[in-house]
């Protein structure tokens, strides 16, 4: 292999979401092209940011338009072609090797694991949010003595078929708590709070420290007993997170306490703490680090930002990932950002006499794949 076939080396995502089996019209679209919860403001659109370039530039050939055809243009297309089309477009133009998929986001308005096999014609694997059992576990109703054994045996039995966790702490009470197990009596007390006022408001969102400390440590256990991965959202997201408390550094004191536990965790998206969580990944072996959707949503910055991903961690700590979410081109956008960012830097180091062929042929299959093959439980991979 060469820099040169990077474009056919097949990918694992290791953190992904389903796409959208139905037609979108224009606002539900839009919607999809911002983190913000709200439209853009008045006289404007959310297509005049880099992803709206991105797709009208990489994307609209894939649907046999000229590139940079205007939105109206590209949405027509899109919806002539209908999304059944549109996804298997955009997921097999993606050459993955497996998508690992957070089934924990808005599952009802998405294609379920089978499903993103099928319309990718690769291996799909579940990745189960422990936020969202929780959340399921009170809304079926518990109590405040049997929540912790009521949590931990709907947690083992929706991991049935899992090949990882993932908690969403740093949304939820953020990064910057005492990571350490709570006990019995704390989580008794913590979730008698928490469902009397599910009781009450007839809505299930877990913020409380306690309960995620817990949660975070009864994923621990299960992750021990098979071999899963968790992951960690950190950074960028949604405009309900605290930014400079989902700083990866904050988990630094845990990362210690759980080095000799034998779990690995990911940090997923990293973007604008990629450099704070390369050095994660540096400091400690059970550590491992991506830049997410970052690559398709910053648009021409796309290399830049691999770049600086590509300090100082070891090539063998690094995974990729897209954080695709119910738009089948940010797969796309994706997996073709990180193939040409990865391309061009180690075409750089090998003119430069930084690396030779051998070494980025190397470096492309760690971070392409054999990194999440090593880590997560995946069939035919390798402990």
Not at 37 to 48: I, L, N, S, V, Y
Not at 271 to 276: Q, S
Not at 340 to 365: G, Q
Request: aromatic content about 10%; proline content about 6%; overall charge negative.
């Amino acid at each position: 292999m060469s820099t040169e076939s990077l474009i056919d080396v097949p990918l694992i995502d290791h953190h992904c979401h389903g796409v959208a089996p139905h037609d979108q019209q224009w606002e539900e679209f839009e919607d999809g092209l911002s983190e913000a919860f709200a439209p853009a403001p008045e006289g404007t659109t959310h297509w005049d940011k880099p992803i709206g370039l991105s797709i009208r530039g990489r994307c609209a050939p894939v649907l046999d338009l000229e590139k940079f055809c205007t939105p109206e243009a590209y949405m027509e297309r899109r919806l002539d072609l209908g999304a059944d089309e549109v996804n298997r477009r955009f997921m097999r133009a993606s050459g993955l090797e497996a998508v690992l998929i957070d089934s924990g986001n808005n599952p009802e308005r998405l294609l379920d694991v089978p499903g993103m096999a099928e319309v990718s014609d690769c291996a799909a694997h579940e990745v189960v949010r422990l936020e969202s059992i929780a959340e399921a576990v009170a809304s079926k109703g518990s109590s405040a003595a049997g929540f912790a054994d009521d949590f931990d045996a709907a947690l083992r039995l929706a991991a049935t078929n899992a090949v990882g966790l993932k908690s969403i702490l740093a949304y939820r009470a953020t990064l910057v708590v005492e990571l350490t197990p709570p006990s019995g009596a704390e989580v008794a007390a913590a979730a008698g709070r928490w469902l009397a006022e599910v009781e009450k408001t007839g809505t299930a969102r877990i913020t409380d420290p306690v309960l995620e400390r817990y949660l975070v440590w009864t994923g621990i256990e299960l992750a021990r007993e098979r071999g899963f991965p968790i992951q960690f959202h950190i950074g960028v997201g949604d405009p309900d997170i605290t930014l400079n408390r989902c700083d990866p550094s904050h988990l630094t004191p845990f990362f210690i306490a759980t080095e000799p536990l034998g779990v690995n965790f990911t940090l997923l998206h990293c973007y604008p703490f990629h450099r704070e969580a390369g050095l994660l990944s540096e400091n400690f072996p059970h550590v491992y680090f991506d830049v997410g959707f970052v690559l398709n949503w910053v648009g021409p910055s796309y290399a830049r930002i691999l770049g600086e991903a590509l300090e100082l961690v070891p090539f063998t700590k690094q995974l990729y990932s897209s954080d695709a979410y119910a738009h089948a081109e940010l797969y796309y956008l994706g997996a073709l950002r990180f193939r040409m960012a990865l391309k061009s830097h180690l075409d750089r180091w090998i003119h430069e006499d930084e690396c030779t062929a051998a070494d980025a042929d190397r470096i492309v299959e760690f971070i392409s794949r054999q990194n999440s093959r090593r880590i997560y439980p995946l069939p035919g991979a390798s402990a």
